[in-house]
């Protein structure tokens, strides 16, 4: 791609606050490249021209940049613990007091499953999710809660019967009860400050985009974030190497708890 890739990082960041410098580079940069080229423009100088007069074309480029693919349930096995293990011990401790953060939460499909399975806990109407995320796209679709029947396919029929109304031929409305529990703000993890007293953080597949650096910031920031015993709940392919230098155990995969 003709001309300068650090002075579009610039221009990114001044239009969005996205600091592409903490994203892996060449992932981001070929993702972004491709863009720019399905849309014919000759270079970065070009498209940052373009993206500030065009809100069709920002969008799709922050909507682009944010890869904000989610579905409820994701990797059901995993829920199985937080059924089995996480929430009954949450619920103990904590009652409805419980606080729960889903951190890049894209469009809701996250922090709403949780609301649901907690419902075996505790009533709806006691359950406050915290769900944050960069993007103000995904932040609105989230908002509306209406899903393709795809998105649904990992989650119990139990919730599915219970907690939407089907629209048409293949779409899904959840339903209001389950979406009073759930708080949809902006936040961007880079630069934001973080919710505080938490028992519960749950951030899984956008750290895989960061680099070593700005992961290791984010974890840290999660420990500050949690109480003694809080859980942390990570991605699939997001395992933590150094969780014990950081201050975690674990005894499951992808679950680590701070230090009493
Ligand atoms: C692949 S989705 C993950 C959604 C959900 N957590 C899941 O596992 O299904 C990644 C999300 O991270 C968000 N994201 C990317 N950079 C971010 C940042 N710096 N701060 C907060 N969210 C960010 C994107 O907007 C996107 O919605």
Not at 125 to 130: A, V
């Amino acid at each position: 791609m003709a001309n300068d890739y650090e002075g579009f990082k610039k221009n990114v960041y001044a239009l969005t606050s996205i600091d592409l410098n903490s994203y892996k580079e060449r992932q981001m940069k070929r993702r972004i490249d491709t863009l720019i080229a399905k849309n014919k423009y000759p270079g970065y100088d070009e498209y940052i021209a373009a993206i500030k007069k065009d809100k069709a074309l920002f969008e799709e480029f922050v909507n682009y940049l944010t890869i904000n693919v989610s579905e409820f349930y994701r990797n059901p096995e995993q829920w199985k613990i937080l059924e089995s293990d996480v929430f009954p011990e949450l619920v103990k401790k904590y009652g409805s007091g419980v606080r729960i953060w889903s951190a890049a939460c894209s469009t809701g499909d996250e922090p709403y499953s949780l609301a649901m399975l907690l419902s075996k806990f505790m009533p709806l109407n006691k359950i406050k999710i915290i769900a944050t995320d960069i993007d103000e796209q995904v932040l609105d679709k989230a908002r509306m809660g209406l899903y393709r029947g795809q998105s649904l396919n990992a989650l119990p029929d139990e919730f599915k019967t219970k907690y939407f109304t089907k629209v048409g031929d293949n779409s899904f409305q959840i339903k209001d009860e389950v979406k009073k529990c759930v708080e949809f703000k902006k936040h961007n993890l880079l630069k934001d400050p973080y919710p505080t007293r938490l028992n519960l953080i749950v951030c899984r597949n956008v750290v895989i985009y960061f680099t070593e650096e700005a992961k290791d910031g984010i974890y840290r920031k999660f420990y500050d974030s949690l109480v003694p015993g809080g859980t942390l709940f990570v991605g699939s392919t997001e395992q933590i190497v150094n969780y014990r230098d950081l201050g975690f155990t674990s005894s499951r995969s992808f679950f680590y708890k701070k230090n009493e």
